[in-house]
């Protein structure tokens, strides 16, 4: 596969839409498990949701990196500091900071979220967006960056994996630094 990847500016909407799909993927998320609490998700249809992201998009900076196989998007991942995943804090979650500082330091981020079309996996794609997640990191002057990967799971089809799977971070040289729950380390990277 041969695929170029850059943030996701406003211009590249119409190929987001498109990736994503028409319930807009992971069950009408549209990438906002991270963005909105709980009741807000409940609150919120998928056309609202995908009205949400589509500000958030708008207002920039990217809120992430899109994949394109040509034309076609084929992969995204969410990136960006702590403070724009809000969810992604919540103390209870195995995604918590270290200190609830590093929530309101820009120079902390996070990796939270994937979605591939399904032709696009197992081809080292998640790899390439992680590598070109860092670069966009130490770019934007980044110290740390965390992730939350799923350890364990059934097949490469999980829906679980939507954030990622531990072996890619491994491999990216990131380090566990804490663990709530069995299956989901909290990991980072050092810029």
């Not at 498109?18 to 498990?33: M, P, S």
């Not at 963005?35 to 589509?54: C, G, H, L």
């Not at 794609?125 to 997640?133: D, F, I, K, Q």
């Not at 799977?165 to 566990?176: I, L, N, P, Q, Y």
């Amino acid at each position: 596969m041969t695929t170029r990847i850059v943030p996701l500016t406003p211009d590249l909407w119409p190929d987001f839409e498109d990736l994503f799909g028409k319930q807009g993927a992971c069950y009408g998320c549209w990438c906002t498990y991270f963005r909105m609490s709980p009741k807000a998700r409940r609150d919120n249809n998928s056309q609202e949701k995908k009205a949400f992201i589509r500000r958030r998009i708008e207002a920039g900076p990217p809120p992430g990196l899109l994949a394109l196989d040509g034309s076609r998007a084929v992969g995204w991942m969410q990136i960006g500091p702590r403070a724009d995943v809000p969810e992604w804090n919540n103390h209870q979650r195995s995604s918590a900071p270290l200190d609830r500082a590093e929530i309101a330091d820009d120079g902390v981020w996070a990796i939270s979220c994937f979605f591939l079309r399904s032709t696009a996996r197992g081809a080292g794609l998640t790899h390439r967006l992680v590598a070109a997640g860092i670069d966009l990191a130490r770019e934007n002057g980044a110290r740390l960056l965390d992730a939350c990967p799923m350890e364990l799971s059934r097949d490469a089809s999980s829906v679980g994996l939507f954030v990622g799977s531990k072996r890619v971070f491994d491999r990216a040289g990131f380090v566990e630094v804490n663990r709530k729950t069995n299956n989901r380390p909290l990991m980072r990277l050092s810029l």
